[in-house]
């Protein structure tokens, strides 16, 4: 059984940092890229941040230079620093797993996620 527990949302002044992790359980961490997505109150979920299973990272525009995603894969868990918050990065914060194969000649998407942890930036 698979699971992605995520932890590490709260309240924060903006300017203020949180670090949010996310667990991994039932797959092998190694082989999966990891991402930290999130969805606003009436808006559409978007991807924050990813890292591959190479370690390779990208990240949303709003959130370049003051957000860092990170992985330890001796943990099983996924990383997001997040500093200089504002309040438009309040959100629900989702952990995602993506790995893409090939079996017999066809793409096997392994895509999981966790529950959320709420961020709320807010003086």
């Known amino acids: 059984q698979v699971q992605l527990v995520e932890s590490g949302g709260g309240s924060v002044q903006p300017g203020g940092s949180l670090r949010l992790a996310c667990v991994a359980s039932?797959?092998?961490?190694?082989?999966?890229?990891m991402g930290w997505h999130r969805q606003a109150l009436g808006k559409r979920r978007e991807l924050v941040a990813g890292?591959?299973?190479?370690?390779?990272?990208n990240y949303a525009d709003s959130v370049k230079g003051r957000f860092t995603i990170s992985r330890d894969n001796d943990k099983n868990t996924v990383y997001l620093q997040m500093n200089s918050l504002k309040p438009e990065d309040t959100a629900v914060y989702y952990c995602?797993?993506?790995?893409?194969?090939?079996?017999?000649?066809?793409?096997?998407?392994?895509?999981?996620w966790g529950q959320g942890t709420q961020v709320t930036v807010s003086s």
């Open positions: 995602n797993a993506l790995r893409v194969t090939v079996v017999s000649g066809e793409r096997v998407r392994d895509d999981y």
């Open positions: 039932g797959v092998t961490f190694s082989d999966y890229a």
């Open positions: 890292i591959s299973a190479g370690g390779y990272t």
